[in-house]
């Protein structure tokens, strides 16, 4: 924590794209915070308070969508950037996203010049 390096809450269902992303996060010079669901996720992001928040869009019981209109309409967490991670199209969420707050889509597979640069982009650097 003392280390001065920026902290990532990835929220992923999926146990190999999770720890996927939590391999990047650390190529990449980030420290990741790991959530296996939405409501892990949203009480993770209260606790840890992390610099950003990846959220996959497909998860059971509670989408990434409703995760970012949970974080945003939080006073606690509205003004964390949050990242959708999404399979599908990216212009198919991209407007939705934004218009919950969302920072930007990160479409999966995630390549390592996407990650570093919508994190350095809403973190201002890293």
């Given at each position: 924590?003392?280390?001065?390096?920026?902290r990532i809450l990835v929220v992923d269902d999926e146990?190999?794209?999770?720890?996927?992303?939590?391999?990047?996060?650390?190529?990449?010079?980030?420290?990741?915070?790991?959530?296996?669901?939405?409501?892990?996720?949203?009480q993770k992001a209260a606790s840890e308070k992390p610099?950003?928040?990846?959220?996959?869009?497909?998860?059971?019981?509670?989408?990434?969508?409703?995760?970012?209109?949970?974080?945003?309409?939080?006073?606690?967490?509205?003004?964390?950037?949050?990242?959708?991670?999404?399979?599908?199209?990216?212009?198919?969420?991209e407007a939705e996203a934004k218009k919950l707050g969302?920072?930007?889509?990160?479409?999966?597979?995630?390549?390592?010049?996407?990650?570093?640069?919508?994190?350095?982009?809403?973190?201002?650097?890293?």
């Amino acid at each position: 924590m003392g280390d001065g390096k920026k902290r990532i809450l990835v929220v992923d269902d999926e146990p190999f794209l999770l720890d996927l992303m939590l391999e990047r996060c650390d190529e990449i010079g980030v420290t990741a915070i790991p959530a296996e669901n939405g409501a892990e996720g949203l009480q993770k992001a209260a606790s840890e308070k992390p610099d950003a928040i990846i959220v996959d869009n497909r998860m059971p019981g509670m989408s990434g969508m409703e995760v970012i209109a949970k974080l945003k309409s939080d006073p606690a967490t509205q003004d964390i950037p949050v990242m959708l991670l999404s399979a599908d199209s990216k212009q198919l969420h991209e407007a939705e996203a934004k218009k919950l707050g969302a920072y930007g889509v990160l479409m999966k597979p995630v390549k390592m010049a996407d990650l570093k640069a919508i994190l350095e982009g809403c973190l201002g650097g890293f």
